[in-house]
């Protein structure tokens, strides 16, 4: 009998991620063709409290073609609040079917919870629990992901599926999407660079050209350049900030890891080196477990904070359902399932996982 295509509910494809490497300049594989290939939820425990004696009212959001910023910022117009009233712990991509809590004043929803137009682009809300505290960045455990990865070939499924637990050491490399919006230029460390020069004018230059949900209103803004700047969420900007600081931390790591026993890959145009196997990881853990990471917010100008950044990553990956892809005739799709820790990226593991020997 034969096998049956692996296919998921939606039939639109969505932009599409592949891994190529300098020296051999070949596609390892396709990543979030469909939203639902790529799914996301947080691991985040909170305290919960009644709600009379609370301060603040959590949300699950299940969004899908929103960034976290452009969804706070939707609800927050709809219910009346600033949006910096609407917290969360992490960011996630609008390039998949994500899923994370939100804090929002307690008393914020009288009327109920707000219901967005439900569509390719999708965001959905629904009580979580009441508590004292708002939600702040930094305080997430780590995430769990099913993706699918598609387009590989005999080989490359056979390796996967041939072993139903995958003991993965990667390198903790901030992936493009810290560095721009998917399709757009990876320049966001750019605008953050300029920041911390005070040259606001390149700043706002590069976040125009961005392609970001704020880069209409650089385009747009006729007034001083530093003024623009501050009449952003402080989030935001300190998002641009944290990109110059994890394309710095990058370069650091990158160094640590010697040419011989590496693979050098370009990705969207930012440079990796990916060690070749488990064991070369390890060595790197071994010899320097964690690197020193600044990190940002930004009240009237930036505020550093220094903090350390694992340099190896170690996971179980779970291999699930695997078959003919029906989005790629002849070739074949895997699912796989992991966690990560928190400021991990999904990709990265994804891309390390298939270039190791």
């Not at 594989?29 to 301060?55: G, W």
């Not at 637990?165 to 399709?183: E, H, K, S």
């Not at 160094?255 to 070749?276: C, K, N, Q, S």
């Not at 071994?286 to 917010?297: D, S």
Request: aromatic residues 8%.
């Amino acid at each position: 009998m034969a096998e049956p295509p692996f296919t998921y509910p939606s039939a639109r494809p969505s932009r599409r991620v592949a891994a190529t490497t300098s020296r051999e300049e070949t596609t390892l594989f396709v990543l979030k063709h469909r939203p639902e290939d790529f799914r996301v939820r947080e691991n985040l425990v909170v305290p919960l409290t009644d709600d009379a004696s609370a301060a603040h009212r959590y949300l699950l959001l299940h969004k899908r073609g929103y960034t976290t910023m452009e969804a706070v910022r939707l609800l927050a117009d709809r219910i009346g609040v600033a949006g910096r009233e609407v917290r969360y712990a992490g960011l996630k991509d609008e390039d998949g079917v994500t899923e994370q809590l939100l804090s929002v004043p307690a008393r914020a929803l009288a009327d109920g919870l707000p219901e967005f137009p439900d569509g390719e682009r999708r965001l959905r809300l629904a009580h979580y629990g009441y508590g004292h505290e708002p939600l702040a960045v930094g305080g997430l455990e780590g995430n769990a992901f099913r993706v699918v990865l598609r387009d590989l070939d005999d080989g490359a499924a056979g390796r996967l599926t041939e072993r139903r637990r995958i003991n993965l050491l990667f390198v903790n490399y901030y992936d493009t999407q810290r560095f721009g919006v998917p399709g757009g230029p990876k320049r966001t460390h750019l605008v953050g660079a300029a920041l911390l020069d005070e040259e606001w004018a390149r700043a706002r230059h590069e976040l125009a050209g961005l392609g970001a949900p704020e880069s209409a209103s650089a385009r747009d803004w006729t007034g001083p350049d530093e003024d623009f700047f501050r009449s952003l969420d402080p989030r935001t900007v300190a998002f641009y900030l944290a990109a110059h600081s994890s394309y710095r931390w990058n370069a650091e790591v990158r160094g640590l890891i010697g040419a011989e026993h590496a693979r050098d890959v370009t990705v969207d145009g930012l440079p990796y080196r990916f060690p070749a196997g488990a064991r070369e990881a390890a060595a790197l853990q071994a010899r320097c477990p964690e690197l020193a990471y600044t990190r940002y917010t930004w009240a009237d100008g930036p505020e550093e904070h220094r903090v350390v950044r694992p340099t190896v990553v170690q996971t179980l990956v779970t291999v699930g359902a695997h078959g003919p892809d029906d989005a790629f005739p002849g070739r074949r799709a895997v699912e796989l399932g992991f966690q990560l820790p928190s400021g991990s990226y999904a990709t990265t593991a994804l891309r390390q996982l298939m270039t190791q020997r």
